[in-house]
């Protein structure tokens, strides 16, 4: 088992990946790390939209103003 894929998997996880990963081979680690590169990026789009849609309720003027306080 490669620790780079692991160390991979460890970091998409958050942390210490759980002993039971190990039980996996490459092919299935590496396709499960993807899954989760995949899952993170379309929660990201996910909520991108719905803050920009959030935003589409408050006055024009304000908008600017709004988006640096949220993010900052």
Do not use: C, W, Y
Not at 13 to 37: C, F, H, V, Y
């Amino acid at each position: 088992m490669s620790e780079k894929q692991l160390a991979a998997l460890a970091k998409e996880l958050g942390g210490k990946s759980p002993p039971d990963l190990s039980a996996l081979n490459m092919a299935e680690i590496e396709s499960l790390t993807q899954s989760l590169r995949r899952a993170r990026r379309a929660q990201q789009e996910q909520l991108q939209r719905a803050f920009e849609s959030a935003l589409g309720h408050i006055p024009m003027l304000l908008r600017g103003p709004v988006r640096k306080i949220l993010l900052p």
